[in-house]
């Protein structure tokens, strides 16, 4: 049985012809979005200033910081050169980072942390185990040399929504520093300084506030971009000196994308009239029970536990019937207007479908009947995965 789900009318579509993203960004984004970049600001202008003061405020707007202890510094480039500029310039010289890696994402952390050529430790648990306060804990204990702990908020490589709240709760009862890249759950995952106080945090314009890719930013205690003068191995991804040159000039550093930025205000705007955070998080909830319910009556299962399941992207076994292939099964689905996204796993064969971007509950039944369309063409008569792959999830429940 699907899911009930409030009969809203439909999202507009996002333009004529085009297929949908089904993917963790770039993503498919509402035409006025597209429509902000039909023209050309002057960097230096006191136009553009003032949209990077409003892009400012409205980020910060979405944290629930009552005393105004935290600013927001956008970097030019894609969240990894974010995530960078932010291991960079928050963690010293001679500090020491616990890196707690369950995918790519946290594994980029640690080569990041190999790049600046900075102490780190990793908690690596493979491809889908989150890791867990007491573990967290344990490590902290064991090596007081550590400073600072990076966190992924939700791994995009498995979709997992990682326990934030008991991780943040074990790095600060024992007095270290919580870095998070929340790339991919921003804006509709709550991440309320209040509960999680974080030193700094990441994401970027092309994921859940629907923005195009062209810029990331950072959002940190104002004492941390203090003391973040001098720290960074790098020029263009020096936080504390984007920071002091926006502070004084109301300019970026280096030139800034600025239809990227205009299409985000936009993005932005759009993101508070649907209602915040909790409105984009149950659009996209909603999204992710209707297209679970689905796959799941044609047979596909899930890699993850309903319990470990985000609203952002959900992994499915491929399915055992030899006649399904995945490059084959993509192309079907790209022909009926959708775009899926391959798998990262290493030990079984699976592919991921998105449930971010300017899409509803309506979309979503469209691409469950195109799955199951496609497995027809195909003559894949079970989305049933091998067994293999149910005892790797079986794991989870140990
Ligand atoms: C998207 C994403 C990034 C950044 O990836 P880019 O390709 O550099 O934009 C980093 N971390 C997570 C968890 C992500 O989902």
Redesign the pocket.
């Known amino acids: 049985m699907a899911p009930e789900f409030s009969q809203t009318a439909p999202l507009e579509a996002p333009a004529l012809g085009e297929p949908y993203l089904l993917t963790?960004?770039p993503l498919t984004t509402a035409y006025s979005v597209k429509q902000a970049m039909l023209r050309d600001w002057g960097s230096w202008d006191a136009d553009f200033r003032a949209m990077t003061a409003d892009l400012r405020r409205r980020l910060l707007a979405l944290i629930g910081d009552d005393k105004g202890d935290y600013d927001c510094v956008p970097i030019q480039?894609?969240?990894?050169?974010?995530?960078e500029a932010m291991l960079g310039s928050f963690v010293p010289k001679d500090g020491k980072v616990l890196v707690l890696a369950n995918?790519?994402?946290?594994l980029?952390?640690a080569q990041t942390m190999d790049y600046l050529g900075r102490a780190h430790t990793l908690i690596d648990k493979g491809d889908y185990l989150p890791p867990r306060g007491d573990e967290v804990a344990a490590a902290l204990d064991a090596d007081p040399a550590i400073t600072h702990v990076i966190a992924?908020?939700?791994?995009?490589?498995s979709g997992i929504l990682n326990p934030l709240a008991e991780i943040s709760d074990a790095v600060h009862s024992r007095g270290r520093k919580l870095l998070v890249?929340?790339?991919?759950?921003f804006g509709a995952v709550p991440l309320e300084v209040g509960r999680i106080p974080y030193e700094a945090m990441?994401s970027?314009a092309?994921?859940c506030i629907e923005g195009v890719?062209g810029f990331?930013f950072v959002i940190a205690k104002k004492t941390a971009l203090e003391a973040a003068k001098g720290n960074s191995h790098s020029l263009s991804l020096d936080v504390h000196a984007q920071w002091a040159t926006m502070e004084k000039t109301g300019q970026w550093r280096f030139t800034p994308p600025t239809h990227v930025v205009a299409a985000f205000i936009e993005a932005l705007k759009m993101h508070e009239a649907e209602g915040g955070v909790a409105a984009r998080g149950a659009r996209y909830t909603q999204n992710r029970d209707v297209m679970v319910a689905g796959m799941k009556e044609l047979g596909f299962e899930t890699l993850l536990s309903d319990q470990w399941l985000s609203p952002?992207i959900v992994t499915f076994f491929c399915p055992a019937d030899p006649n399904f292939v995945f490059s084959k099964f993509y192309d079907l689905m790209k022909d009926k207007g959708f775009i899926i996204y391959p798998g990262k796993l290493t030990v079984v064969d699976s592919f991921r479908v998105g449930c971010i971007g300017r899409m509803d509950a309506h979309v979503m039944r469209r691409v469950v009947e195109a799955a199951g369309q496609s497995l027809a063409e195909m003559g894949v008569t079970s989305a049933a995965p091998p067994s293999a792959a149910l005892d790797e999830r079986s794991k989870l429940a140990a």
Request: aromatic share 6%; charged share 10%.
């Open positions: 963790p960004g480039g894609s969240g990894s050169f974010c995530v995918g790519a994402y946290g980029r952390a992924i908020h939700c791994e995009t490589s890249d929340s790339m991919s759950a990441v970027s092309n994921k890719p990331g952002i």
